[in-house]
């Protein structure tokens, strides 16, 4: 099956779990109150995009590459970021909730968590030098 190379869109409303999300790369994209939950991301690649009021709960991330994406005032519950591809893995989150997700062994250095809930998260083994 050939990737998709998406650059430069915005997604707003979209509910993935009706519409699947293309496998590929998205490349400075935007999605805007996007339900993504439940959602199988395994292999997709997110380069500086944004995502603002999306919910990702119970998303599968085997593989997921998020290379300088930021998300603002998302739920993202019970994900595991443990299981994202870890080269060039970084993120912000801005007003998030991450409850009972795990960053377990991740190398997360100047990650900023910003007024997010982080309860029952799992960072056992992680490094976040300089994170805030």
């Given at each position: 099956m050939e990737k998709?190379?998406?650059?430069?869109?915005?997604?707003?409303?979209?509910?993935?779990?009706?519409?699947?999300?293309?496998?590929?790369?998205?490349?400075?994209?935007?999605?805007?109150?996007?339900?993504?939950?439940?959602?199988?991301?395994?292999?997709?690649?997110?380069?500086?995009?944004?995502?603002?009021?999306?919910?990702?709960?119970?998303?599968?991330?085997?593989?997921?590459s998020f290379k300088?994406?930021?998300?603002?005032?998302?739920?993202?519950?019970?994900?595991?970021?443990?299981?994202?591809?870890?080269?060039?893995?970084?993120?912000?989150?801005?007003?998030?909730?991450?409850?009972?997700?795990?960053?377990?062994?991740?190398?997360?250095?100047?990650?900023?968590?910003?007024?997010?809930?982080?309860?029952?998260?799992?960072?056992?083994?992680?490094?976040?030098?300089?994170?805030?």
């Open positions: 998709s190379y998406i650059e430069e869109q915005t997604f707003n409303s979209v509910d993935f779990r009706k519409k699947e999300l293309a496998k590929g790369d998205y490349e400075n994209c935007a999605f805007n109150s996007c339900i993504l939950s439940d959602c199988n991301l395994t292999d997709i690649v997110f380069s500086d995009c944004t995502f603002e009021s999306c919910d990702f709960s119970m998303a599968t991330l085997g593989n997921t300088g994406v930021n998300f603002k005032n998302c739920k993202l519950l019970g994900l595991r970021f443990d299981e994202c591809s870890k080269f060039l893995l970084s993120f912000d989150f801005e007003a998030c909730n991450l409850s009972l997700s795990s960053f377990y062994g991740l190398k997360l250095k100047n990650t900023q968590f910003k007024e997010c809930k982080l309860e029952e998260v799992e960072f056992s083994e992680s490094d976040f030098t300089h994170a805030k």
